[in-house]
């Protein structure tokens, strides 16, 4: 029985599946941000055929196999994006986006995102204190592609500075117990928000009541007038990557603005630490920013 089976076959044939996502895009009214297509990586190559020769499902293109069409998991991925608020006035503002997506490992009709938002610097504390290249925070997501975006983001969990003295946890959404996401307006609805600091871009949700100067390491969270849309590459999964290479791909590149050197050619499924930061292959597998699954 293949994994998917397991699951019931919540998402359906890939034909079917790309329709679902289809709509659930057209439905969300969010305007589009810039992207980067994550083409697959070399040696990557499409499931395996059966007996017949035939292709499992014809319609799917699943290069990482994780039973989702990786065409679909770009634009969920995208459309479900809660709303990014970094400083008007930060620093080092240069940034993009890599996600994994997959079905919740928990079960249920939802979808886990984990993205790991990269910066080209950080541009440390007041004065510039533990400035260095390279930055990244991670946030995980479930997705209800059954409902429409903003609705269909059911919980988000962003970590602050994890693993270190100013490591903050903080999650919101409307399954199991958390408390209801702080919102920003985007595109004439309220949307689940969550804060980059300014120059440290540690990750917060509910802003109020984790975003304080005094409890944070002198973190400050600002709200922006407009959401922020970098790029957004999906990396795949680690046993079938679709990205090795930020550089040669498309998204970390000096045309793009990117301006340290050490970050070129960084593949985010290898074990080195992303500048001054730490390893985006342990972020993107960590389960420490798993959120709930839907009942």
């Known amino acids: 029985m293949t994994a998917r089976a397991q699951r019931g076959d919540v998402f359906g044939p890939g034909l079917r599946l790309r329709l679902t996502f289809a709509l659930a895009l057209a439905g969300c009214g969010a305007d589009s941000g810039a992207a980067v297509d994550a083409g697959p990586a070399d040696g990557d190559l499409p499931r395996e055929a059966g007996p017949d020769g035939a292709r499992p499902d014809a319609a799917l293109v699943d290069l990482d196999q994780d039973g989702l069409d990786d065409a679909a998991e770009q634009a969920l991925a995208q459309a479900y994006l809660p709303y990014l608020s970094l400083s008007?006035?930060?620093?080092?503002?240069?940034?993009?986006?890599?996600?994994?997506?997959?079905?919740?490992?928990?079960?249920?009709?939802?979808?886990?995102?984990?993205?790991?938002?990269?910066?080209?610097?950080?541009?440390?504390?007041?004065?510039?204190i533990g400035a260095h290249d390279g930055d990244d925070e991670t946030f995980g997501v479930t997705i209800d592609p059954t409902l429409p975006a903003p609705q269909g983001i059911r919980a988000i969990r962003a970590i602050s500075h994890q693993g270190t003295l100013c490591e903050r946890v903080s999650e919101c959404g409307d399954l199991a117990s958390l408390t209801s996401c702080?919102?920003?307006?985007?595109?004439?609805?309220?949307?689940?928000?969550?804060?980059?600091?300014?120059?440290?871009?540690?990750?917060?949700?509910?802003?109020?009541?984790?975003?304080?100067?005094?409890?944070?390491?002198?973190?400050?969270?600002?709200?922006?007038?407009?959401?922020?849309?970098?790029?957004?590459?999906?990396?795949?999964?680690?046993?079938?990557?679709?990205?090795?290479?930020?550089?040669?791909?498309?998204?970390?590149?000096?045309?793009?603005?990117?301006?340290?050197?050490?970050?070129?050619?960084?593949?985010?499924?290898?074990?080195?630490?992303?500048?001054?930061?730490?390893?985006?292959?342990?972020?993107?597998?960590?389960?420490?920013?798993?959120?709930?699954?839907c009942p």
Request: charged share 15%.
């Open 88 to 128: 008007p006035s930060d620093g080092c503002a240069r940034s993009g986006l890599i996600f994994r997506l997959r079905p919740h490992p928990a079960g249920g009709r939802c979808l886990l995102a984990t993205y790991v938002w990269l910066y080209d610097r950080d541009c440390g504390s007041i004065g510039g």
């Open 182 to 293: 702080e919102t920003l307006p985007r595109a004439g609805a309220p949307w689940p928000a969550l804060w980059s600091s300014k120059n440290k871009h540690g990750g917060y949700v509910n802003k109020t009541a984790r975003c304080t100067t005094f409890g944070t390491c002198i973190d400050t969270c600002e709200d922006n007038a407009s959401p922020t849309l970098p790029p957004l590459v999906n990396v795949g999964e680690p046993a079938h990557p679709l990205v090795r290479n930020l550089t040669t791909q498309g998204f970390i590149t000096s045309a793009n603005g990117w301006t340290s050197a050490g970050l070129s050619n960084y593949d985010p499924w290898g074990m080195s630490d992303f500048g001054g930061a730490g390893s985006v292959a342990g972020d993107l597998v960590d389960t420490a920013f798993d959120t709930p699954a």
